[in-house]
């Protein structure tokens, strides 16, 4: 799998959606141009478990420029109900707060809102528990997993390394409820048209394919009868990785006003019960070494939360099946189901709070150890990856490590576990590695075609939600048509062009980039060098043997400075750099901003992101940005991500690994590290607020 190297890849190429969305051109989802739209504004349940048994609609009904009040009692009923997360409007079930239970359809976004204030529900309600506590909960092994990894793992013989250990540590790591909060809410835009019946979703969403899918089966349409276009996304995290709720009930008020088209934007609010959010972790690490750090056994036990009425497991010990060699391992995974909105991805599901603990646990071995951080990594690097024995696709975490190092200046430290002072500030550095799957996931199509123009048109059901995909792929289009990026134009966003994957996982550029290259290559066997106008060619990405092949991951080592205020405890973080391993980089200016990004989201979780639920009524007490405090431009000091120059010969005949996610991934365990070096404190819970230096 060679690809011809053509200049297009490996251009800082500006975003080609750039003017377009800073002169404010670019359509959103919400903004698609509709003759006489309609509003569709939600009632949510203010109880956390029990029934919705009567919902006053009189008063809303009346108000003028109201067409419809949907509840359990009079929406459509749907095709298929059997996951709950679908079924709304289906019963007066409530299943947590901020569910679903009734919703305005009317002229003007502002009627649709007073509307749904007038609607009064009355509730039975029942008991509830909405709050991790793996102590006194009943605790379940997960059914199921999105990665299709086994729950618990076991290796060697963990007692006996544990016992012979010379230095152990066995501490509990807890991270806190974070709620995805990309800049543009999660919007729908609904049309229903009958004869036959056809829906048409405008969508903020990651997936326009997994989308259609899912309306498809909830509906009881056919597929080819739903529509669902994605034209431009203002983040998703994985928030809109898949199908929600709000999907649905958009489609249940088109339904109820066929030919209207029906306009839903979710608030802030809104977002903090209908979109997913990342569980609650508790952890035990259990490391055991000699005395040279050497690790004989890794334990790592995990316990999370689920909605008693849909499973999602937060993965967080997947990270220590593969990150060091040891003789001796275990991973379990447990969870409680609550009363609580469904969880669901969040910027590297499992690897952001699992690498916390690990590399935080790791922090502790080598203070214990009395070896630098930096090494005790290199003393445990694996040649092989420890849960499948596969070689690595290319595994380069020390030169990550090694780089780093040079590059921040690490071995200037004073290697005493600290407080150090520097009058009012202590001030401390702190290391941690970073870790991503490379992913390649099957199943993406795309069309190529020649026009007369003397252009390409690329086609792919892709969605770009802001992270320069678009610009991305298209390069990719040029390297592998060999032609200058200026003659490719690339079609992505709507579920009418051939299908993709989920712009999730970090797999978006390397899953559609390899459909891209196959595509080019039937084309290129169908029609020569030198093909004629409206030449044209599909083709699904084929199986690459090398997936089973090779472990495949993305490494990298964060490196942090940070002072904590010694009389308020305030933690700042005037410097952080990453070098990362991702294989080859399409665009250095793109992938550098995805990775900046993901490291601000790593401070934001270190020292901010923390959704605090009322156990009394099962809300998010500071469920909005104003409570929900995100890093912002006054938080963020210096921030450097430098890569590896190198390519994955396995992975994708680009060579290039995905960049969204690893940014994140370890942060806040170089920030807790760096705290720890300032203070002599260690924090092993997130987020690091004042409180806990004090
Ligand atoms: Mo990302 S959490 O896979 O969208």
Not at 10 to 19: D, F, I, K, N, S
Not at 267 to 279: D, K, N, P, Q
Not at 423 to 446: D, I, K, Y
Not at 539 to 567: C, I, K, Q, T, W
Request: proline share 7%; aromatic share 6%; charged share 20%.
């Amino acid at each position: 799998m060679t690809a011809p190297r053509t200049p297009a890849v490996g251009a800082p190429t500006a975003r080609l959606e750039g003017p377009a969305k800073v002169t404010g051109t670019a359509p959103y989802a919400y903004e698609h141009p509709a003759t006489d739209p309609l509003y569709l504004h939600p009632v949510l349940s203010t109880v956390a478990r029990g029934r919705a048994t009567v919902v006053h609609t009189a008063e809303a009904e009346l108000l003028k420029g109201v067409h419809a009040v949907l509840t359990s009692a009079n929406a459509p009923r749907l095709a298929d109900t059997e996951d709950a997360e679908f079924a709304v409007l289906q019963s007066d079930e409530v299943a947590f707060r901020g569910q679903f239970v009734a919703a305005v359809v009317a002229e003007t976004p502002e009627t649709a809102r007073e509307a749904a204030a007038l609607v009064r529900v009355e509730y039975e309600e029942r008991p509830h528990e909405v709050e991790l506590d793996p102590g006194h909960q009943d605790l379940h092994t997960p059914r199921e997993s999105d990665t299709g990894s086994p729950p618990d793992t076991r290796q060697g013989d963990v007692e006996a390394e544990l016992a012979r250990a010379v230095v152990l540590v066995d501490e509990v790591y807890r991270t806190p409820r974070q709620d995805n909060n990309p800049m543009e809410p999660h919007t729908t835009v609904a049309l229903w048209e009958t004869l036959p019946d056809r829906l048409t979703l405008y969508d903020s969403t990651q997936g326009v394919h997994t989308v259609r899918e899912t309306m498809a089966a909830v509906f009881g349409l056919d597929p080819e009868n739903v529509r669902v276009t994605a034209p431009h996304v203002g983040g998703g995290f994985g928030a809109k990785g898949a199908a929600k709720a709000h999907n649905v009930l958009a489609g249940l008020a088109a339904r109820a006003v066929p030919g209207r088209t029906v306009k839903f934007a979710l608030t802030r609010r809104h977002m903090f019960s209908l979109v997913g959010y990342r569980s609650p972790t508790v952890q035990r690490i259990r490391l055991g070494a000699d005395a040279a750090g050497r690790l004989g056994a890794v334990v790592h036990d995990s316990t999370g939360l689920t909605s008693r009425v849909k499973e999602y497991v937060e993965q967080s010990g997947l990270c220590s099946r593969m990150m060091y060699a040891a003789p001796a391992r275990a991973t379990t995974h447990r969870l409680a189901a609550l009363d609580v909105p469904i969880p669901f991805w969040m910027r590297a599901p499992g690897e952001a709070p699992g690498m916390f603990a690990l590399e935080t646990a790791m922090d502790e071995l080598a203070e214990a150890c009395g070896v630098d951080p930096v090494e005790l990594r290199v003393r445990n690097e694996p040649g092989a990856d420890p849960e499948t024995g596969r070689p690595w696709s290319g595994r380069r975490l020390v030169e990550c490590l090694r780089e780093g190092a040079e590059r921040f200046g690490w071995y200037e430290r004073d290697p005493s576990p600290g407080p150090h002072r520097d009058g009012q500030w202590l001030v401390g550095t702190g290391v941690a590695s970073a870790v991503h799957p490379r992913a390649n996931n099957p199943g993406s199509v795309a069309e190529v075609e020649y026009g007369s123009d003397g252009r390409y048109t690329v086609s792919i059901g892709a969605v770009d939600i802001g992270t320069g995909a678009r610009t991305a792929l298209t390069q990719i289009s040029a390297e592998a048509l060999d032609c200058p990026v200026g003659r490719v134009r690339l079609r992505i966003g709507d579920s009418d062009l051939p299908g993709a994957t989920v712009a999730g996982g970090s797999s978006g550029t390397s899953s559609w980039g390899t459909a891209v290259f196959e595509a080019v290559r039937a084309f290129r066997d169908e029609h020569g060098a030198d093909p004629g106008p409206g030449a044209r060619t599909r083709a699904e990405a084929s199986h690459n043997p090398d997936l089973e092949r090779y472990a495949m991951y993305s490494f990298g080592a964060h490196f942090a400075e940070v002072r904590v205020h010694a009389d308020t405890g305030e933690v700042r973080v005037p410097r952080m750099l990453g070098v990362f391993s991702v294989g080859r980089v399409i665009n250095p200016r793109t992938a550098r901003s995805q990775l900046v990004g993901g490291m601000v989201m790593g401070l934001s979780a270190a020292l901010h992101e923390h959704s605090v639920v009322d156990p009394r009524h099962g809300h998010v007490v500071n469920g909005d940005l104003a409570g929900y405090h995100v890093a912002t431009n006054a938080d963020v000091g210096g921030v450097e991500a430098h890569w590896l120059d190198e390519t994955d010969p396995h992975l994708n005949p680009m060579g290039a690994a995905g960049v969204g996610e690893i940014g994140i991934v370890g942060m806040p365990a170089a920030i807790g590290n760096a705290a720890r070096h300032a203070t002599g404190l260690r924090v092993r819970e997130l987020p690091l607020t004042p409180d806990r230096f004090l």
